[in-house]
């Protein structure tokens, strides 16, 4: 058990670009989440899915955020046309499913968008 | 609509002390209770969790909860910190048991331990 991976730990980008975060969860974990942190605040729901198929998506998930999981293994969430308010720490957590609670969470990833 | 609220944001105690840190939820329905912890620089581990049953749950590191459902709290108590306990620490709420429903986080306590 090697924990959930996310790559990379920091992003700077200026705004109006594309940028792509990758999180590996732990294998044989059939679910992944990524939610994003905010200075301040708790983590909040993005978007989840359970092996390639996403299952739900949270309003703040707005038309410029893409995530895939092609393989029902690791995951990219993709921001188009980053804006200052897109500045967060994006977390993802894989869990194994079953009806079994615990979530195991990466390091994340920090975007500053400037 | 779920929602948690931590009643404290920063929290300072001298090592040894007894420390509680607050929770409350709000909800219409069943709910399912949690408490997260984030040591610097690493990802979120879960501390414990309330499904059913007795409502004093005892989690890792000598952290226990009480679910109380006539105030709807889940405070989360320690009767001697560490210097290793410094930390954030989230609470979270959840209307279904199993991990596939999203977690709704409060905004965090910073425990601070001091010698």
């Known amino acids: 058990d090697t924990g959930v991976s996310q790559n990379p730990r920091h992003k700077i980008t200026k705004r109006g670009q594309n940028v792509t975060f990758r999180c590996d969860p732990i294998?044989?974990?059939?679910?992944l989440y990524w939610y994003r942190q905010t200075l301040g605040q708790g983590p909040e729901f993005l978007t989840y899915?359970?092996?390639?198929?996403?299952?739900?998506k949270s309003r703040l998930l707005s038309d410029r955020f893409s995530a895939e999981r092609p393989k029902g293994s690791f995951s990219t969430l993709e921001i188009q046309r980053t804006e200052q308010g897109d500045s967060a720490m994006y977390l993802c957590?894989?869990?194994?499913?079953?009806?079994?609670?615990?979530?195991?969470f990466g390091s994340g990833t920090q975007l500053s968008v400037l | 609509a779920q929602s948690v609220t931590q009643l404290d944001s920063q929290v300072p105690v001298f090592e040894e002390a007894p420390v509680e840190l607050r929770c409350n939820y709000s909800?219409?329905?069943?709910?399912?209770l949690f408490w997260y912890v984030q040591y610097p620089n690493q990802g979120l581990q879960l501390l414990l969790k309330?499904?059913?049953?007795?409502?004093l749950v005892k989690g890792i590191n000598g952290f226990e909860a009480e679910f109380n459902k006539s105030q709807t709290s889940f405070h989360l108590r320690k009767p001697s910190v560490h210097i290793s306990d410094t930390a954030e620490y989230f609470c979270?709420?959840?209307?279904?048991?199993?991990?596939?429903?999203?977690?709704?986080f409060g905004k965090g306590t910073t425990l601070s331990v001091s010698s």
């Open positions: 957590a894989s869990s194994p499913g079953q009806g079994r609670e615990k979530l195991f």
């Open positions: 294998s044989e974990h059939n679910r």
């Open positions: 899915f359970q092996n390639e198929a996403q299952l739900e």
């Open positions: 909800s219409s329905v069943s709910v399912y």
């Open positions: 309330y499904l059913s049953g007795s409502t």
């Open positions: 979270a709420v959840s209307n279904q048991p199993g991990a596939g429903t999203a977690l709704i």
